[in-house]
């Protein structure tokens, strides 16, 4: 079991959670139930899941969980362009937003090919 608080991925996505909870406090109040509720939910989904996936046993299940994370913050890259088209996002929120979760995709996959990697190891 790992402490998912030790992942330079995990804290990034959670500062890019806590960045999106406020920017989406601005959004208009009809959209609580939608664009906003989706926004935050996919956005907290991506640390949750490496969250998760660091408490179950062996790397098969991390890797699971941190592939869930990476569907997670495909989806948020839409919402963001979604909100932004809609006007609710600057550009500016926008760009760093998105370069930002860019970073984090990366991360996301980089582990995911180091846990694959070792894994292929581990058979030899």
């Known amino acids: 079991m790992k402490d998912f608080r ?3 991925v995990w804290e990034k996505s959670h500062k890019l ?3 999106i909870y406020s920017l989406t406090a601005k959004f208009p109040r009809h959209e609580l139930y939608g664009l906003t509720s989706q926004v ?6 991506i640390g949750a899941n490496i969250a998760e996936g660091c408490g179950k046993r062996g790397n098969n299940e991390f ?6 994370a990476s569907g997670s913050a495909s989806e ?3 919402h963001l362009l979604l909100a ?3 006007g609710f996002l ?3 929120d926008y760009h760093d937003l998105a370069r930002r979760l860019t970073e984090v995709r990366k991360m ?3 582990l995911l090919q180091k846990i694959e990697a070792d894994r292929l190891m581990a058979k030899c």
């Open 17 to 19: 959670t806590l960045e």
């Open 76 to 78: 948020l890259d839409y």
């Open 6 to 8: 030790d992942l330079t």
């Open 40 to 45: 935050r939910r996919c956005s907290a989904s």
């Open 84 to 86: 932004r088209d809609l």
């Open 90 to 92: 600057t550009d500016t």
């Open 63 to 68: 890797q699971r969980y941190l592939q869930i």
């Open 108 to 110: 996301l996959t980089s």
